[in-house]
Every structure is written in C-alpha cells, then in structure tokens.
C-alpha cells in the first residue's frame, strides 16, 4: 500500500457541511448531485416559548417582564411579514447575550438593547426605519425607567477580570486586561455624553466584542483609549483597508535574516493570546470576505491559522490539557486564547462613499454602539478644560 501512495482514511472521519437557505440568503441553491452526498437538515430558531423558558432558567433574577418585551420585539422583526418590508434579517441568535445584559442590570430599557443588537438607524432608509420603530412601540415601548447611568467605580476582582459599580448601584463582573494601572489616559476632558457612552459599553464589554458606530471626528478613538484605561487594556490596533487579504489578518509571512521564510502572527492574533484589546479601525473599508474569517474568533474564539496553529478558546484549552497534558497541546500547535481578549470594531455609518456594510453576516458579530458628534456646548468644554 506505501509503494502505491495509498493512507487508510479513518473510520472516525467526517464531513459536515454548513449552509445558509438560497433564497433568502444570496448564493447558489443546492443541486440534485450535492444533496445525494448529504443527508440534509434544517435548523430552525427556537420557539418564542422554548427561548422564553431558557432565558429564564439561565438568567432567574432577570426581570422576566423585560424578557418578554425582548423577545416579542425580536421575533416580530425577525418574522416573514418583516422581511417582506425589506428588514435586514434580526440576529436573533444573539438574543441569550441581551438577557445577560439585563440581568447584568436590570434597569436597562429593553429598546436601547435591541438597538445594540439592531442599529438600525444606521443602515436603514425612512421606510425602514419606520417600520422599524412601529414594531418596538408596539412591542417595545419606551417605559422611561433608564437614568443615564456612569461608571462609579471599577475594582479588579483578579488578574482577568474586574467588577463595575455604576452610578445606580448595579454591580457586574467584566473582562479586565493586564497593563500598567498607573498608566491614566490625562488628556480625556469628560462630558455626560461620553460617560454614559463608557458606561453603555462597559456593560455591552461584560458578555460580547462591540463595533462602534459613529462619523469620522465624533470621539471613537477617545473613548476606546478611555476604555482601555478604565479596564487596564494594552491595545493592539489593526488599520483596515479594502484590499486587505484574509490571510494578512491572521498571520503574515516574513523574511529571517538567513534568507528563510516564516509565519508571523498579527496583531490580531497576539492580542487574542495575550489578552489584549484588539481595535479594528475601519471595519467599514473591509471587504465581506476578508471579514468572514473573523466569525469563529468573535463567535466561538477559536482560529485555525495558515501554519497549522489552532487558537482555542480558554475553556475548552483547559479542559483538553487537562485531559491530554500541556505538551501535546503543544506538539499540536494548540494554543490558549486569554479570557480577557476583547474585540472593538471603529467604523463609520453607511452612506455618502462608503457602502452598505452593515449586512445580516455582520449583524450577529458584535454589540453595536451608534455615536453621535458632539454639540456646540461639549465640544466647547472640552477646549476649556485643555
């Protein structure tokens, strides 16, 4: 068999394939010879009823009231008769990281969630946003039961983690990097506006990775290097561009000075392993395919690189070191991802030169923040106070 280039193929082998319906999604739909090598099957969201009862089951002091409200906002948009208007498909999928956020602080107004979750005003036209804010009054109704909330105090519970006091007494636990704590970001002038972003995104930092939205010149470089003081974060920060390749994202190859090639790891990739803040500045520039790759790393923090390195998620590297000992993670190239790594995506909104970015693909990668510029009255502080 060695002499004819024949390899056993393992019993255990197997092949699954992942696909999303054609129509509805753009792409090719299946073909009589691919599906007679599949068995196929078709996953459906959960019921309104089932995710109603985890939702409470995982998260018992979350007000169930706000829950519901939640719940009945996102299936409604995420409905037939909403894809119909045109609305791009809800990431609905993404509903267990808001009941987290509520339960995190209960205060919170179920509407400004779903924003995050949802920005449409960014992306949408008139109509859509019409449609859009008919369906959360019905549903969703501005109750008025959110204060503008600050951050009062933020305490290192240990070296990856920190606990967030806010201004209303709500307390949660939040990913916290390891840089110099004397290092003080001096040159911040605070507005009310801009503490009440910091605070939104610290609660937004306690379950997922965030993507500001915001016009060029309104802050969102201030309030990441703010951020990344308050949470103790070095920051690795990756300039996109259009032309950036999926492969120069995660790894590069360069030249030692014996004349030999090697991969190198990217920014990206050395923030995940060392617990860093990774800044992706421009996600509006990126093509859609370049993005792509990003989705296991923000989804599941796993990575397969181009040298054959896996980045695993710390969880799960545990749990199969354990099993199998630190140095066959080695020899496998398995390699941890700290818990504190944290993704901020920077982008600019739609329109004008810059396309339409936002897509139901990007939708249910990140916390999304929209940001405003400052007024007359903030922006003259701030010169005041410099």
């Not at 617990?275 to 990003?294: M, P, W």
């Amino acid at each position: 068999m060695m002499k004819w280039n024949l390899v056993r193929v393992s019993e255990d082998f197997f092949v699954i394939a992942l696909g999303l319906p054609v129509p509805t999604f753009n792409g090719i739909p299946l073909d009589p010879p691919l599906r007679s090598r599949f068995q196929a099957r078709h996953i459906i969201i959960p019921s309104y009823t089932n995710m109603l009862n985890d939702l409470t089951a995982e998260y018992p002091t979350a007000p169930k009231d706000k829950l519901e409200k939640v719940l009945s906002c996102a299936y409604a948009l995420a409905s037939p008769e909403s894809n119909k208007l045109g609305l791009h498909n809800f990431p609905i999928e993404n509903i267990p990281i808001i009941a987290k956020l509520i339960f995190n602080n209960p205060s919170v107004s179920p509407s400004s969630l779903l924003k995050r979750l949802y920005p449409y005003e960014s992306f949408m036209n008139l109509d859509g946003k019409r449609s859009v804010n008919s369906i959360l009054s019905s549903f969703c109704p501005e109750d008025n039961d959110e204060a503008v909330s600050h951050i009062s105090s933020v305490e290192r519970s240990n070296d990856n983690s920190a606990e967030v006091v806010l201004d209303n007494s709500k307390c949660f636990t939040v990913p916290s990097g390891q840089a110099f704590i004397g290092i003080i970001f001096s040159n911040f002038i605070d507005t009310n506006y801009q503490n009440s972003i910091l605070s939104d995104i610290a609660l937004s930092h306690s379950a997922a990775d965030m993507c500001i939205i915001g016009p060029r010149g309104c802050g969102k470089t201030a309030i990441i290097n703010r951020f990344a003081t308050t949470f103790n974060y070095d920051v690795e920060t990756i300039s996109l561009y259009q032309d950036l390749t999926a492969r120069d994202l995660i790894q590069q190859r360069t030249t030692l000075p014996n004349g030999d090639t090697v991969w190198k790891f990217s920014p990206l990739v050395v923030a995940a392993i060392e617990g860093k803040l990774a800044v992706l500045d421009g996600l509006h520039r990126l093509h859609s395919s370049t993005l792509s790759i990003l989705h296991r790393l923000i989804q599941d923090r796993d990575l397969q690189l181009h040298d054959g390195t896996r980045l695993l998620r710390s969880d799960r590297y545990d749990k199969l070191a354990k099993k199998l000992g630190i140095d066959v993670m080695k020899k496998s190239n398995i390699i941890r991802v700290h818990p504190a790594f944290r993704i901020i995506a920077l982008a600019e909104p739609p329109g004008g030169t810059i396309p339409q970015w936002i897509t139901p693909e990007v939708l249910n990668m990140f916390m999304f923040h929209e940001i405003r510029p400052l007024s007359a009255v903030e922006e003259l502080k701030i010169v005041q106070n410099l």
